[in-house]
Each structure stands twice: as C-alpha cells, then as structure tokens.
C-alpha cells in the first residue's frame, strides 16, 4: 500500500475505535466492538481480495452513524464525500422499529451502489460467522436461525457484486445453527 493510503486507513480504524470505545458486542464473551469493523475489512481485504481504498474505509466505519454519536456530515468532512455515501447507504434509520428497518435492508439491498453492497456483504457474513461461533446471549436456537434466514434474504438481493465475497456469505450460511 502507499504511505498516504495507509494513512487514511489507520485514521479510519482509530477514528473507528475511539467512536466504539465504549461498546461491547452481543456475544457471550462482550468482545470490543472494535472488532466487528475489523473483521469487515479483513474479509473483504485478505479473504475477498477488495483493494479499492473507499471500500475498505467504509467497512470500517460502517457501523459510526448507527451506533455512536457520528454524524454524517462529521464523515464527510474527515473521510470524503463518497465513503460517506457509502456509510449513509449500510446505515439504518434507528427511528424505525427493528422489524420495518429489517425489512428496508432486504427491500434496499438490490439498489445499494457497488461498494456498498461489498460492505453490506462483509457486515452479513461477519455477523453469521459470530452468530455461529457465539451467538448473542439470550438468542435462542430458533432466533440465531432466523437470523441467518433474513440475512440470506439481504445477500440475494446483492448477488452480483462479488461471488467471491457471496461465496464467503454461503459457506457461514451453511454453518446455519
């Protein structure tokens, strides 16, 4: 990598984990949930092979908005236009009840732009491979299974942008609880 892309990735990853610093994940263990975003752009750098700059920083800061106080213009003026968009496209209306944002995710995903979809698919097969190896505390066999069925339901809708990276999503379906 050049010097100054290394740069902008280690900026996002620190303005990431200072962002999340406070937050746990759901899993058993309540890991850092530094290492979701982490874990993002390792598949889709190391297993998928995306080296496109703008993809990566956004795997990385995808969840910012959702889930601490991040703005999208406080994005846009540190991270650029465009990893902003692609953010504000992966990111759920809070102000929605649970079910009617699942239900967008589904009824958007065939409409996300290229990158997005990319970051959208690293997000489901992180979150089914967690699902698999340590579910959520309290989440019984029938909602882990659930899950991985409405996450599916996301995925074919972005079918097309990556196979290797959608193949990556059906081996962790198939590891379906």
Known sequence: ?????????????????????????????????????????RVLAVEAGVKDEKTLIAAILHDTVEDTETTPEELRLRFGKTIASVVAEVTDDKKLVKHRRKELQIEHAPHLSKRAKLVKLA???????????????????????????????VVDGLRGAHPWLEALFDDAYRARP
């Open 1 to 41: 990598m050049r010097k100054k892309q290394q740069a902008t990735l280690i900026d996002a990853l620190a303005f990431a984990a200072h962002k999340h610093r406070n937050q746990r994940r759901k899993d058993v263990e309540a890991s850092p949930y530094i290492n979701h975003p982490i874990a993002l752009a």
């Open 123 to 153: 997000d489901k097969t992180c979150n089914l491979r967690d699902v698999a190896k340590s579910p959520p505390r309290g989440w019984p066999l029938r909602r882990q299974r659930a899950y991985f069925d409405w996450a599916k339901r």
